[in-house]
């Protein structure tokens, strides 16, 4: 089993940077995670995919973010990180972590997918 746990969120100004962590308890990509993620949601509204990363370091990225925002896996696969740089109001939202088994690899599943495990999600507030 894993486990999950998300923070680095806060409330920034737009153009601002935040850098969210996920902690990552066990053993990831031996334990059958093929895919791990950020997504993000606000109320009322459809959650989203930011960006996802493979074992092997392979990333996509949602059209919104790209050239803004990084996803990493350090090479002991205990954390999981979202570089957010040049944000946005629209950026505004709750940002999970997440773990997903049996997709393949991410550049199989794209940025649409339900996780097999959550983080509890970390808020991040962007003002203009």
């Known amino acids: 089993r894993v486990e999950l746990v998300d923070s680095g969120g806060g409330s920034v100004q737009a153009g601002g940077s935040l850098r969210l962590s996920c902690t990552v308890s066990?053993?990831?990509?031996?334990?059958?995670?093929?895919?791990m993620g950020w997504f993000r949601q606000v109320p009322g509204k459809e959650r989203e995919g930011v960006a996802v990363?493979?074992?092997?370091?392979?990333?996509k990225f949602a059209n919104s973010v790209k050239g803004r925002f990084t996803i990493s896996l350090d090479n002991a696969k205990k954390n999981l990180y979202l570089q957010m740089n040049s944000l946005e109001p629209e950026d505004t939202a709750m940002y999970y972590c997440?773990?997903?088994?049996?997709?393949?690899?991410?550049?199989?599943?794209?940025?649409?997918?339900?996780?097999?495990?959550w983080g509890q999600g970390t808020l991040v507030t962007v003002s203009s």
């Open positions: 066990g053993y990831i990509f031996s334990s059958g995670v093929d895919c």
């Open positions: 997440a773990a997903l088994k049996g997709a393949g690899s991410c550049m199989v599943v794209g940025l649409a997918w339900y996780a097999d495990v």
């Open positions: 990363i493979d074992p092997d370091g392979t990333t």
